[in-house]
């Protein structure tokens, strides 16, 4: 299990090599098998567990508890990246340099700002004639602390928050929280931060009214119940010596635990997630109910996608970005000029002094790119958000997302990538909404305006922005496989 393993390396009890040899075998378990497509060429579809064998059955579980053990370290995308190189350099992935070789099978990673990394192999065609790039995010909702967050009310010491990504804020409130981050000194100095997923830590509460106290309130609506300024949670309460208050007991613990001081505080990011393990659901364990799911679970399967390609044609890159959830903004977001400058970097380290920067726009003119995000499922509950022929349901395989109205990708590309599914067996099918009733959006448009041939899909979630999502085993595998067939192709 990728758990064990990485425990293990942490306690000293096998060597990096131990570890790259684990998760290689890791790998190997779930090595795509010749599953049949689920639709046919009418889009008569049904479930892609009724076709499975015992044995591939077992391999899709396999996978998802290694994707259960990844998704409760990678809570924010600080531990994402962190997690993504320690898996990325057990299999032989190096960081990218200069004057890296750009010899066929080369791996490298390049890690942005600790907040965005691209794993990148090397393939056997020039880079003028493009790339193959799959890009997910790895933000999810949260709550942040505000940079003076510490203050005292009702004898109870509390944080003050923000908030990152659409949520339903009353959804957020009585379960246990940890606070999860990195705090930045004066002195160049980093201090990290992580409580509340170990089963000794504590955890942090925003509390709801009982409804022994609400008259009146329960009649609001419920976007009305509570403010985002009400997001507040809990931190301490017993008052200290002297008359001191209870917000003073939290900052001398702060300072005598993890040597901050409040003013250290202003250059924090601290974020506070649910704390909930990843647990299988359902008498079967067919689903995986787990935090953070809405984009880690593309960004996951992403990144396993690439390990065992071996030496693909097109050079191939996971690229995984931050900040989807507030609008792809900033250096370590889709909007950031990051991207093309690593492509330049690519082109650079091969030529020399004789690139050209025409070189870089034909590259990303001529490359393929997957934006995979997850996206709502049919909910048993209310299904009408859909319609039903273009309904995603868990269960059924990836989904293309074709939403119309100048979203799609062209046809010839979206005929391009049913061969690459269909090739490989991978089941799939297509994702729309009722006209006017939903939406959201993806960071495929940001790689689009770069003249890349851009196409989103993802797997169907329930309760996604929520803090615990629901995904298929089967459908996390799939989206594997799917990126294991593109980067191939």
């Given at each position: 299990?990728?758990?064990?393993?990485?425990?293990?390396?942490?306690?000293?009890?096998?060597?990096?090599?131990?570890?790259?040899?684990?998760?290689?075998?890791?790998?190997?378990?779930?090595?795509?098998?010749?599953?049949?497509?689920?639709?046919?060429?009418?889009?008569?579809?049904?479930?892609?567990?009724?076709?499975?064998?015992?044995?591939?059955?077992?391999?899709?579980?396999?996978?998802?508890?290694?994707?259960?053990?990844?998704?409760?370290?990678?809570?924010?995308?600080?531990?994402?990246?962190?997690?993504?190189?320690?898996?990325?350099?057990?299999?032989?992935?190096?960081?990218?340099?200069?004057?890296?070789?750009?010899?066929?099978?080369?791996?490298?990673?390049?890690?942005?700002?600790?907040?965005?990394?691209s794993l990148i192999v090397v393939g056997e065609d020039d880079f003028s004639s493009?790339?193959?790039?799959?890009?997910?995010?790895?933000?999810?909702?949260?709550?942040?602390?505000?940079?003076?967050?510490?203050?005292?009310?009702?004898?109870?010491?509390?944080?003050?928050?923000?908030?990152?990504?659409?949520?339903?804020?009353?959804?957020?409130?009585?379960?246990?929280?940890?606070?999860?981050?990195?705090?930045?000194?004066?002195?160049?100095?980093?201090?990290?931060?992580?409580?509340?997923?170990?089963?000794?830590?504590?955890?942090?509460?925003?509390?709801?009214?009982?409804?022994?106290?609400?008259?009146?309130?329960?009649?609001?609506?419920?976007?009305?119940?509570?403010?985002?300024?009400?997001?507040?949670?809990?931190?301490?309460?017993?008052?200290?010596?002297?008359?001191?208050?209870?917000?003073?007991?939290?900052?001398?613990?702060?300072?005598?635990?993890?040597?901050?001081?409040?003013?250290?505080?202003?250059?924090?990011?601290?974020?506070?997630?649910?704390?909930?393990?990843?647990?299988?659901?359902?008498?079967?364990?067919?689903?995986?109910?787990?935090?953070?799911?809405?984009?880690?679970?593309?960004?996951?399967?992403?990144?396993?996608?690439?390990?065992?390609?071996?030496?693909?044609?097109?050079?191939?890159?996971?690229?995984?970005?931050?900040?989807?959830?507030?609008?792809?903004?900033?250096?370590?977001?889709?909007?950031?000029?990051?991207?093309?400058?690593?492509?330049?970097?690519?082109?650079?380290?091969?030529?020399?002094?004789?690139?050209?920067?025409?070189?870089?726009?034909?590259?990303?003119?001529?490359?393929?790119?997957?934006?995979?995000?997850?996206?709502?499922?049919?909910?048993?509950?209310?299904?009408?958000?859909?319609?039903?022929?273009?309904?995603?349901?868990?269960?059924?395989?990836?989904?293309?997302?074709?939403?119309?109205?100048?979203?799609?990708?062209?046809?010839?590309?979206?005929?391009?990538?049913?061969?690459?599914?269909?090739?490989?067996?991978?089941?799939?099918?297509?994702?729309?909404?009722?006209?006017?009733?939903?939406?959201?959006?993806?960071?495929?448009?940001?790689?689009?305006?770069?003249?890349?041939?851009?196409?989103?899909?993802?797997?169907?979630?329930?309760?996604?922005?929520?803090?615990?999502?629901?995904?298929?085993?089967?459908?996390?595998?799939?989206?594997?496989?799917?990126?294991?067939?593109?980067?191939?192709?």
């Amino acid at each position: 299990m990728y758990s064990t393993y990485l425990n293990r390396l942490n306690k000293g009890y096998i060597s990096m090599f131990s570890l790259a040899v684990s998760v290689a075998i890791s790998v190997v378990i779930a090595v795509p098998t010749a599953y049949s497509a689920e639709c046919n060429e009418n889009m008569d579809c049904k479930s892609a567990w009724g076709s499975l064998t015992p044995v591939e059955k077992q391999t899709v579980f396999a996978f998802a508890e290694d994707y259960k053990d990844f998704m409760d370290k990678a809570r924010t995308e600080l531990g994402f990246v962190t997690e993504a190189i320690k898996i990325a350099e057990a299999n032989g992935f190096k960081p990218l340099r200069d004057d890296s070789p750009m010899t066929p099978g080369a791996k490298y990673y390049d890690n942005n700002r600790d907040r965005a990394v691209s794993l990148i192999v090397v393939g056997e065609d020039d880079f003028s004639s493009g790339l193959h790039v799959i890009g997910s995010h790895i933000d999810s909702p949260r709550l942040e602390l505000k940079n003076v967050p510490l203050y005292e009310k009702g004898e109870f010491a509390l944080f003050q928050t923000n908030y990152h990504g659409g949520m339903k804020r009353h959804q957020w409130t009585n379960i246990p929280l940890a606070l999860i981050g990195r705090v930045d000194k004066k002195d160049g100095t980093t201090v990290q931060i992580n409580i509340g997923m170990n089963d000794d830590d504590p955890v942090f509460v925003i509390p709801e009214v009982s409804p022994h106290t609400d008259r009146g309130y329960g009649n609001k609506k419920v976007s009305e119940h509570l403010t985002a300024e009400d997001m507040d949670p809990v931190i301490a309460h017993i008052p200290g010596p002297d008359g001191k208050g209870v917000s003073d007991q939290v900052e001398a613990y702060l300072k005598d635990t993890f040597g901050i001081s409040r003013g250290d505080l202003v250059s924090a990011e601290l974020a506070l997630v649910p704390a909930m393990k990843s647990r299988d659901m359902g008498f079967d364990r067919g689903l995986i109910a787990a935090y953070g799911q809405d984009d880690r679970l593309a960004s996951y399967t992403n990144v396993m996608a690439l390990l065992d390609i071996g030496v693909p044609t097109k050079t191939a890159i996971a690229h995984l970005v931050d900040n989807e959830e507030v609008g792809n903004v900033n250096n370590t977001g889709a909007k950031s000029q990051y991207f093309s400058n690593l492509v330049s970097r690519l082109i650079e380290a091969k030529m020399g002094d004789d690139m050209r920067e025409s070189y870089v726009r034909r590259a990303l003119s001529n490359s393929r790119m997957i934006s995979i995000d997850v996206n709502p499922g049919i909910n048993p509950m209310r299904p009408s958000a859909w319609e039903p022929l273009n309904g995603p349901r868990l269960g059924y395989g990836v989904n293309l997302k074709l939403y119309g109205r100048g979203f799609n990708a062209n046809s010839e590309y979206i005929a391009y990538i049913r061969k690459v599914l269909d090739d490989d067996d991978i089941p799939w099918q297509t994702a729309t909404y009722k006209v006017g009733t939903a939406g959201g959006g993806t960071i495929g448009g940001e790689f689009s305006r770069q003249d890349m041939n851009v196409i989103d899909f993802g797997v169907p979630v329930l309760s996604i922005h929520t803090p615990y999502a629901v995904s298929a085993k089967i459908d996390v595998y799939n989206l594997y496989r799917a990126c294991n067939a593109f980067f191939k192709k």
